[in-house]
């Protein structure tokens, strides 16, 4: 049986590890893997630049004033994406991706009859649904802190590691915000994979403005 432990670790990034995996990896590799995980959640920790607009600071006391429906499609949006010896614009994403951190699968040509809702029920927890028109699709509840007048969603975290046979990390984050009544999404991530004859890597950081419905 597989067995996966999901252990809370700083700034509220949740980091995964097969259990027995870890029977077959020696001290060293252990103590490198950790090593690496700190070093990359170090560097996801901060986002590089500002919002595509102005922001509006939220916080605990006037979450609500995030709540509301949404275009699942942005308005304007802006980033990119760089792979080794490569950089190239980034392809715009929708809300309810970049809100689960990029695990959704809706497919593209569905975004623009798509909206979000947002609703607040705690300082630290949201609801978010995916509507078509007004049928329910999805229904998710996030977690994560006010800070710097954005909503922090807590980051992710998943590392393999199946050393040397399969080796790598993914980390995404994502910070909501307020910009004249419209939704900030600003979103990061940052992929590495390695095996024995062949490796990928990217990533990347993109500020979108969806449109309050």
Request: some cysteine; charged content about 25%.
């Amino acid at each position: 049986m597989l067995h996966v432990f999901r252990l809370s670790i700083k700034n509220g990034a949740i980091f995964v590890l097969d259990s027995q995996s870890l029977m077959f990896m020696n001290k060293t590799t252990i103590k490198l893997s950790i090593l690496s995980v700190s070093i990359l959640l170090t560097n996801c920790v901060a986002f590089n630049n500002s919002s595509l607009e102005r922001i509006d600071p939220v916080n605990a006391d006037n979450a609500k004033r995030i709540n509301g429906r949404y275009v699942n499609y942005p308005e304007r949006s802006v980033g990119s994406v760089t792979r080794p010896r490569h950089v190239k614009d980034l392809e715009r994403e929708s809300c309810w991706k970049q809100i689960l951190l990029g695990h959704s699968r809706m497919r593209d040509e569905e975004w623009k009859k798509q909206t979000v809702e947002i609703e607040f029920v705690s300082e630290k927890k949201c609801k978010v649904r995916l509507f078509e028109i007004d049928s329910l699709i999805q229904e998710k509840t996030i977690k994560g802190k006010f800070k710097n007048g954005y909503f922090y969603r807590r980051p992710r975290f998943a590392f393999i590691p199946f050393v040397p046979l399969v080796y790598g990390y993914e980390t995404s984050r994502c910070r909501i915000g307020l910009s004249n009544g419209s939704l900030i999404i600003d979103y990061k991530w940052d992929v590495w994979e390695a095996a024995l004859i062949a490796k990928e890597s990217q990533k990347g950081q993109s500020s979108s403005v969806f449109t309050r419905k």
